[in-house]
């Protein structure tokens, strides 16, 4: 059918136009009723979603598919705009939408009591948005511009409780941290611009000659990636904003968080995956820095979750450690991929990575949505000052347990799946590696069973008496995530197949990603 191929061809357009045009259009459909500002905002995200899947069926059945705005050649010198969807760009989208849309269902009910809700929805779709264009991009100073759209958004999310002044301090440190990072990015782009006169990632690839400067700006680029996405010693501003921002707005940032991490992987693996084979002691090295990082990413992470008595605080140090496992499948692919002996144990840590990017989304969102149900339910996120919640809200203690389990990497949940792979490939390339990563994560398992304790078990609380379960659009958002996370621990091979390995065949055949790109325009 024409047509269909005609709104396929021009979804990776729609998939960013259509949140970006419902950020615009939704303080206008404000003003006609709530209820119906509300149901506009999921549809938009519905008819995004909608497209997200067209293009990830053809992407899956026909290979990446190159869109531009602006003129064909490459070697034009115009301004254009160029998005390259392969099956790592489409894993994210997905990844981003079902986020996004559980989001805005959790926050119907959650977001009801307060103020300035048409900023509050306008502010989602941009971050959603914003997200999208980071993972469709082809370009890097387009993948520049919608992180610095992320930043902004981000920051005025965290800071939407205004009357808290720990959420302004948050947002201070978010935009401060977002600021540095983005001028380092700013002076990457500058050195690649200068030597390559070219800023398609593609394009760059092609020609990366890994002179020294090269070697500042991907310095720049993973330090400025990896402290957006929590990395250790750049992660302080983690914890504040995932604990201090409404729970739906979490889970979304917690996509613009990933997003970064998959910049990293598009860096390291896309970028300058080429200019790696001609020097492989640098390879190596950048992959044995990055695994010393992810290590100690893990370990501050689990430690400072060990002390802390603020619920959604702790939660956002268990997303520190949960980030610093996908950082150590990056190390290891580094120091393994080069090497034809090891490039078995290589993808093996990739597809754990990979597969715990989702998986690490859906744990932690399920367990601060449950923190959130919480703080509606009883307005308290201290954990000293709970006890006996099960009584009163077992479908959210169902559900905790569920988010308990899973980022704990206990079978038959998703993270017992994803953890094992990165099990055994940090195993082959060392035991050390591997027992630290196991320890920490039954480290996790103590607090959370600790924390499980303190909330919802224990003796009858008297404040909590009247406390109800929460309303229904929380449960369905929470019923989702669990549904998933289920359904990934029972059938992993099915997502593994379909989803992850494709991502990770596109990482490790940068050439395909280039002749895509350059012959494919």
């Not at 939408?97 to 119907?108: C, P, R």
Request: hydrophobic share 55%.
């Amino acid at each position: 059918m024409n047509w269909l191929a005609e709104i396929i061809k021009h979804s990776p357009a729609l998939i960013v136009a259509v949140p970006l045009l419902g950020a615009f259009l939704t303080p206008l459909v404000g003003m006609i009723n709530e209820k119906v500002r509300n149901i506009f905002a999921l549809v938009m995200i519905s008819i995004t979603g909608f497209f997200i899947a067209l293009l990830a069926s053809d992407v899956y059945a026909n290979g990446p598919r190159i869109y531009v705005f602006g003129a064909q050649n490459l070697a034009l010198p115009v301004v254009r705009i160029l998005f390259e969807v392969d099956s790592l760009s489409i894993f994210m989208a997905i990844v981003t939408f079902i986020l996004a849309f559980v989001a805005l269902v959790y926050s119907w009910s959650f977001m009801k009591e307060n103020d300035g809700l048409d900023k509050y929805y306008t502010l989602v779709l941009l971050l959603v948005t914003s997200t999208l264009g980071m993972e469709l991009t082809g370009d890097i100073f387009n993948f520049f511009v919608f992180l610095e759209i992320s930043c902004i958004s981000s920051c005025a999310l965290i800071a939407f409780w205004v009357h808290k002044g720990e959420a302004l301090e948050a947002a201070f440190k978010y935009i401060v941290i977002s600021s540095i990072g983005a001028l380092f990015v700013l002076f990457a782009i500058g050195i690649f611009y200068a030597q390559y006169n070219a800023l398609n990632i593609a394009t760059l690839a092609n020609v990366i000659q890994f002179t020294f400067l090269d070697k500042i700006a991907l310095v720049l680029l993973v330090v400025v990636l990896g402290m957006k996405a929590g990395l250790v010693p750049m992660h302080m501003w983690l914890p504040d904003s995932y604990g201090q921002a409404p729970p739906s707005v979490t889970i979304v940032i917690i996509g613009a968080t990933q997003a970064s991490l998959y910049g990293v992987f598009r860096m390291c693996f896309t970028l300058y995956s080429g200019a790696f084979k001609n020097v492989v002691i640098s390879e190596s090295t950048i992959g044995l820095i990055i695994i010393m990082l992810a290590i100690l990413t893990i370990l501050i992470g689990v430690l400072m979750a060990l002390i802390q008595t603020d619920f959604r605080r702790l939660i956002g140090f268990v997303a520190v450690a949960e980030i610093g496992y996908i950082f150590l499948t990056i190390g290891v692919g580094l120091v393994t991929l080069h090497d034809p002996n090891m490039i078995t144990v290589g993808k093996t840590a990739m597809n754990g990575g990979i597969f715990h990017i989702i998986n690490d989304c859906l744990d932690i969102g399920l367990l601060f949505l449950s923190a959130g149900a919480i703080y509606y339910a009883t307005k308290e996120t201290s954990l000293n000052e709970m006890g006996g919640l099960a009584r009163n809200m077992k479908y959210t203690t169902i559900f905790f347990l569920i988010g308990l389990l899973a980022v704990s990497g206990i079978p038959p949940m998703n993270g017992f799946a994803s953890k094992l792979l990165i099990y055994q490939s940090t195993y082959q390339l060392n035991p050390i590696i591997s027992i630290v990563a196991i320890l920490a994560s039954i480290m996790l398992l103590a607090i959370f069973v600790k924390v499980f304790y303190s909330a919802f078990l224990g003796p009858k609380i008297s404040k909590f008496e009247n406390v109800k379960e929460v309303p229904k659009s929380m449960l369905i958002g929470m019923g989702v995530f669990a549904c998933i996370i289920i359904f990934f621990g029972l059938f992993p091979n099915i997502v593994i197949h379909h989803l992850v390995e494709p991502a990770v065949n596109v990482l490790m055949n940068n050439a395909q990603y280039i002749s895509a790109v350059l012959g494919g325009v």
